[in-house]
């Protein structure tokens, strides 16, 4: 079992910056990939940004330029730096980690955080 909790969401102006974090613990697991995404009211949930294991990232458009995702692996910790906020990006912030148990068979795993709320005022 692995377990995500977030952290850092809140209410903030536009134009400013907000930082999240998530970190994983459990025991006998491999992450490979971990991500954020978001749901709007009334919106499907949307991919924001994963990085993996080696570093390489994805981003939305609708994001790139303004945020950057980063992790520390010693850790298992995600982090997402939201710079230059919009009132669009408020939402409902998930972290996802998908990767491996240390099972015999191993046996992969995707899970999810509790989500954590983003507002930004115009």
């Known amino acids: 079992q692995v377990q995500l909790v977030e952290s850092g969401g809140g209410l903030v102006q536009y134009g400013g910056s907000l930082t999240l974090s998530c970190a994983a613990s459990?025991?006998?697991?491999?992450?490979?990939?971990m991500g954020w995404y978001r749901q709007a009211p009334g919106k499907q949930r949307e991919l924001v940004a994963t990085?993996?294991?080696?570093?390489?990232?994805n981003y939305a458009d609708s994001v790139k330029g303004r945020f950057t995702i980063s992790r520390d692996n010693a850790k298992n910790t995600v982090f997402l730096q939201m710079n230059s906020l919009k009132t669009e990006d408020t939402a409902v912030y998930y972290c996802?980690?998908?990767?491996?148990?240390?099972?015999?068979?191993?046996?992969?795993?995707?899970?999810w955080g509790q989500g954590t709320q983003v507002t930004v005022s115009s």
């Open positions: 990085v993996g294991k080696g570093g390489s990232t």
């Open positions: 996802n980690a998908a990767g491996l148990l240390v099972l015999i068979p191993p046996r992969p795993f995707i899970y």
């Open positions: 459990g025991s006998s697991f491999n992450i490979n990939t």
